[in-house]
């Protein structure tokens, strides 16, 4: 399902550029254009999912690989291993939720801190 109005749905199709750092079958990553930390990534799926308000059991293993794939996207773009190290996930659901993008995403934050937010 795609969205022809959706920001995040745009950048899937190549529409508008993005900085990518891994794409596969179901996911986009790309570096945020306004980093609130060191590293500031955005795990996107490609499916168009509105938010985490919209999610049901047949979203669990796509979300469970996001999830699953976030360690290694830390450390490949800057995080520093763990436990001294780490970064931070987050999903922002609706506007009191803080959701700028009606399409589903996970902020991965990490890299020395303090962050600018957070």
């Not at 990518?20 to 590293?39: G, Q, T």
């Not at 979203?59 to 290694?72: H, N």
């Not at 800057?78 to 970064?87: D, I, V």
């Amino acid at each position: 399902m795609h969205d022809p109005d959706c920001l995040f749905c745009k950048i899937i199709a190549g529409q508008i550029p993005s900085s990518k750092v891994y794409e596969d079958e179901d996911m986009l990553v790309f570096k945020d254009i306004h980093p609130a930390a060191p590293v500031h990534l955005l795990m996107v799926p490609k499916l168009h999912i509105a938010s985490m308000a919209q999610v049901g059991a047949e979203q669990a293993p796509l979300l469970g690989r996001m999830l699953a794939k976030a360690p290694q996207l830390a450390l490949d773009n800057g995080c520093n291993p763990y436990p001294q190290g780490g970064f931070r996930l987050m999903v922002n659901t609706g506007e009191e939720g803080g959701q700028e993008v009606h399409h589903l995403h996970i902020h991965l934050l990490g890299g020395p801190r303090p962050w600018k937010k957070g």
